[in-house]
């Protein structure tokens, strides 16, 4: 049984082939801890609730508001001024300049004996000590005026010492998540006591952990049986519920991984006035919660979109599909740092000739409207009217036209060089398909043809720009990729019911019209798988790394869709000029989280200032007048002062008011944001909101 309590997690479009299973997984580059104890210690390390987007795991939480915090030229004048005030009032005591009324609470509660006996060292023990007592009074009275207490922990000893971590107690055995209390309540004590002993021993890892913990939810729920779980977990141990490749890590990691949270670290929230105090300094963690809504990032070539957001999420989702979580497809350019070939179970290199695989032009369907409509998305897709409400309707018709007969006649999709010619209105490849029809009884379809041979050389007509774009790919590079005919291998995006780690490599070079339909067409078809699947228990992401006039209506509204879904889009673009105007507001829209790198135009930033919207913020207005002198003496004062300062003497006036303005301006994300940095603003699937936040990702 796989993590997922399925047999199969390819489908019948693409079956990788199996890897060689071992006892101990491969040694993964930064894995959280190696050995028992120190697999323990992160598995038991506190991950508390927090705001969207904190790294939880040993999350300390702040305050929402900034302590005040006083400055050090007012603490230290203001400790010493307490100081000689205390040192007054004891003296004024003890010369009797206030009286000898300090001195009747002893007069009056000690006995006369005490105090009017010979025995001169008792009447000074007596004496001296009330003496002490009223000094000590008067130091903490003065003491909790001048802040002594601060000025201790800020310049005393407790500042000279480093602060040691604090060891987090012990959990309780039914919180301990290395007890797997929640198997032993369901009566599984001999699965869990294995799961527990391999925990100790270091034979877990933090991927064996959360795939065990998904199968046990597909228990929990009733999916899977009970018997069957334990089991494989009384017979493999920590490597029960395999992913179907076989894998228990990546072979290796660039990012930090906390797999019981589902957090990916991707940098630390700066500590920085615009950032709200309970964010700041804390690491920035992104989940399958945040990524539900979809992440949007703009940012010049060379900003670190790829490094620093795409591979670290490509990354965890990936780990996530091999715990049986997620299923990811990692869209981009041949050899742009998306991961190692080993870390996914399919690899399609379109135009490479090595490819093992191939991709699925109709998408796995065997409807033929369904496959019209992703494939007309794909070819003019970016030709329909870029407002939101238009689409591609009328190359859908034409395709459909074409599709319909020529699968009823040979139980298959045409190819590319066949669909080429029927667009082109070949009479032979259109009379073949006619006579294939005749005695069928499928006069629909024959009406269709006929429909699609009076529409041909009209004005309007889609079918020649159809062709056009087809005749992209009927190149000699491709010749062997979207084959029909069933001798290769091709991938459908149907497989997504399945964990499965997907990347697709577009021929980028001499080849870019032909990449940014593919790349049109990979997002048709996981939008339309996603809204179709049966388990949606299984999340699904898509990782596209530059989103190049892929952008169109259809795509928008998809994007849209995937929240409910349980899936999500990352997309990247250089600048917002990639993408129509009119849907650049629907966009920004449709992603939840929306990342700003540093270096983007003003105008860019105006797009993001604009949905990021105003808040009401404090302002402070300082205004200096200057004083002028009606008598000599101030006069004779002030010209003393303007000697000595070399200023006139003024007064200063403090306007407070609330005003209303942007949370970052254009010009502030353009000029303002540090390289390494970018801003961004997070909204998780439960609605939960996280305001613009500068983040460092280098850190």
Not at 145 to 165: D, K, N, Q
Not at 392 to 415: E, I, K
Not at 627 to 642: D, F, M, N, S, Y
Request: with cysteine.
């Amino acid at each position: 049984m796989d993590s997922d309590g399925t047999q199969d997690a390819r489908g019948t479009h693409a079956t990788p082939v199996p890897r060689s299973r071992s006892a101990v997984p491969p040694m993964p580059s930064a894995p959280p801890g190696v050995g028992g104890s120190a697999f323990l210690t992160w598995l038991r390390t506190s991950r508390p609730a927090a705001l969207p987007g904190v790294w939880r795991f040993g999350h300390v939480p702040r305050p929402d508001e900034e302590p005040e915090r006083i400055p050090t030229r007012q603490l230290l004048s203001g400790a010493l001024i307490a100081f000689l005030v205390g040192w007054l009032v004891w003296s004024l005591l003890w010369n009797g300049y206030l009286g000898g009324w300090w001195v009747l609470p002893l007069e009056l509660f000690t006995p006369d004996s005490w105090r009017e006996n010979n025995d001169r060292v008792g009447n000074a023990v007596l004496w001296y000590s009330y003496y002490t007592l009223i000094a000590v009074g008067i130091m903490l009275v003065v003491g909790r005026l001048g802040r002594w207490g601060e000025v201790w922990r800020r310049f005393g000893p407790p500042a000279w010492r480093p602060t040691a971590p604090t060891a987090e107690p012990a959990p309780a055995p039914e919180q301990d998540l290395a007890s797997w209390s929640a198997l032993r309540a369901a009566g599984a004590e001999d699965a869990a006591e294995r799961l527990a002993a391999d925990a100790r021993s270091g034979l877990m890892r933090d991927v064996d952990y959360a795939r065990i913990t998904r199968a046990w939810q597909g228990v929990r729920s009733g999916r899977h049986d009970l018997a069957a779980f334990t089991g494989a977990v009384l017979k493999d141990g920590a490597a029960a519920c395999l992913h179907p490749s076989g894998e228990r890590d990546l072979p290796s990691r660039v990012a930090r991984h906390d797999l019981v949270s589902g957090q990916v670290r991707l940098g630390t929230t700066a500590d920085d006035p615009r950032n709200p105090y309970a964010y700041r300094g804390t690491g920035l963690g992104l989940g399958p919660d945040l990524l539900g809504t979809s992440l949007l990032a703009v940012g010049p070539a060379g900003s670190g979109k790829t490094k620093t957001v795409v591979r670290p999420v490509a990354e965890s989702l990936c780990l996530h599909a091999l715990a049986g979580r997620a299923a990811v497809v990692v869209v981009g350019a041949a050899g742009a740092g998306l991961g190692p070939a080993d870390g996914y179970d399919v690899v399609v290199r379109i135009g490479n000739p090595d490819s093992v695989y191939d991709l699925d032009l109709y998408g796995g369907t065997s409807d033929p409207d369904e496959a019209a409509a992703v494939l007309a998305e794909a070819l003019v897709g970016d030709l329909a009217d870029p407002h939101p409400g238009s689409d591609s309707r009328r190359s859908t018709t034409v395709l459909a036209q074409l599709l319909g007969p020529f699968r009823a006649v040979h139980d298959r999709f045409p190819s590319v060089p066949e669909l080429r010619q029927l667009l082109d209105g070949a009479p032979g490849a259109l009379g073949a398909l006619r006579t294939g029809l005749k005695g069928s009884g499928q006069e629909s379809l024959v009406r269709e043809l006929d429909a699609r041979e009076r529409q041909l050389g009209h004005p309007g007509d889609v079918a020649a720009v159809l062709a056009d774009r087809v005749a992209l790919l009927d190149r000699p590079a491709f010749a062997g990729f979207f084959d029909t005919s069933g001798q290769s291998r091709p991938f459908s995006l149907k497989a997504l019911d399945h964990p499965v780690r997907v990347r697709v490599d577009l021929p980028a070079r001499g080849h870019a019209e032909a990449s940014r339909m593919l790349a049109r067409l990979v997002v048709a078809q996981f939008t339309a798988s996603v809204a179709v699947r049966e388990d949606r228990s299984l999340f699904a992401c898509l990782v596209l790394d530059d989103a190049t006039g892929v952008v169109t209506p259809e795509a928008v509204r998809g994007i849209q869709r995937l929240r409910s879904g349980n899936a999500g889009a990352v997309l990247t673009l250089r600048s917002l000029d990639d993408v129509p105007r009119p849907l650049r507001g629907p966009l920004l829209g449709a992603a939840g989280c929306r990342m700003a790198l540093a270096g983007v135009t003003p105008w860019d930033g105006q797009d993001f200032a604009e949905v990021w919207g105003k808040e009401w913020t404090e302002a402070r207005d300082v205004t200096d007048r200057q004083i002028i002198a009606e008598t000599p003496a101030g006069k004779a004062v002030h010209a003393l002062r303007r000697v000595i300062t070399g200023k006139a003497p003024t007064a200063r006036a403090v306007t407070v008011r609330q005003v209303e303005r942007e949370r970052w301006s254009a010009s502030e994300l353009a000029h303002a944001v540090p390289p390494g940095h970018a801003v961004l603003s997070l909204t998780s699937v439960q609605g939960e909101h996280a305001p613009p936040l500068l983040v460092d990702l280098r850190g």
